[in-house]
T-cell receptor, first 109, second 115 residues
Framework: GQNIDQPTEMTATEGAIVQINCTYQ??????LFWYQQHAGEAPTFLSYNVLDGLEEKGRFSSFLSRSKGYSYLLLKELQMKDSASYLC??????????WGAGTKLIIKP | GAVVSQHPSWVICKSGTSVKIECRSLDFQATTMFWYRQFPKQSLMLMATSNEGSKATYEQGVEKDKFLINHASLTLSTLTVTSAHPEDSSFYIC???????????FGPGTRLTVL
């Protein structure tokens, strides 16, 4: 079966760095996505990785290792507004998006 | 990024009535659109995938006669919840993907409350 694992909840301090991990087992791979979802709102696109390595976009970076079935989202200089759920999703061989359950990130002052 | 709109943002209706939700891609042509449902504090649940000009593909357990999907043009898909009941109250979110694109861009969602 297809499976995406990420921690249920993480807590971090304002100004710090946090890394949210995601491991996956899917039938085929056409890319891995990270989305941010604030409570009561729809998800917003953060990043897309299809090749191994690190993609940096401002305070957010996303890493992919296809051989390990592993990705992480790195958030630097955390701000209170970063408190949200972070969703990892993989596009499988049928171009269907397989979603993780999401990681709820709590930022404390 | 691409912009997807949804209308209405929220709707309250009586049990037994039908509700139509519109999803539009504003600055790109969406050959594929997706409809999700999300209950409070739960994960996104894909309801159906629709390709422009063809019938929608429904996920297991989703009643196609209850949740009617029409994707009549490259910029518009509609979801009609027929004979809505209180258990249909949820957050309905659409997303869109352009031809040869891989990223799904989400609409802002529609909060449905059935009394």
């Amino acid at each position: 079966g297809q499976n995406i694992d990420q921690p249920t909840e993480m807590t971090a301090t304002e100004g710090a760095i946090v890394q949210i991990n995601c491991t996956y087992q899917t039938s085929g791979f056409n890319g891995l996505f990270w989305y941010q979802q604030h409570a009561g709102e729809a998800p917003t696109f953060l990043s897309y990785n299809v090749l191994d390595g690190l993609e940096e976009k401002g305070r957010f970076s996303s890493f992919l290792s296809r051989s390990k079935g592993y990705s992480y989202l790195l958030l630097k200089e955390l701000q209170m507004k970063d408190s949200a759920s972070y969703l990892c999703a993989v596009l499988d061989s049928n171009y269907q998006l397989i979603w993780g359950a999401g990681t709820k990130l709590i930022i404390k002052p | 990024g691409a912009v997807v709109s949804q209308h209405p943002s929220w709707v309250i209706c009586k049990s037994g009535t039908s509700v139509k939700i519109e999803c539009r891609s504003l600055d790109f042509q969406a050959t594929t659109m997706f409809w999700y449902r999300q209950f409070p504090k739960q994960s996104l649940m894909l309801m159906a995938t629709s390709n422009e000009g063809s019938k929608a593909t429904y996920e297991q357990g989703v009643e196609k006669d209850k949740f009617l999907i029409n994707h009549a043009s490259l910029t518009l898909s509609t979801l009609t919840v027929t004979s809505a009941h209180p258990e249909d109250s949820s957050f309905y979110i659409c997303s869109a993907r352009e031809l040869k694109g891989r990223v799904e861009f989400f609409g802002p969602g529609t909060r449905l409350t059935v009394l």
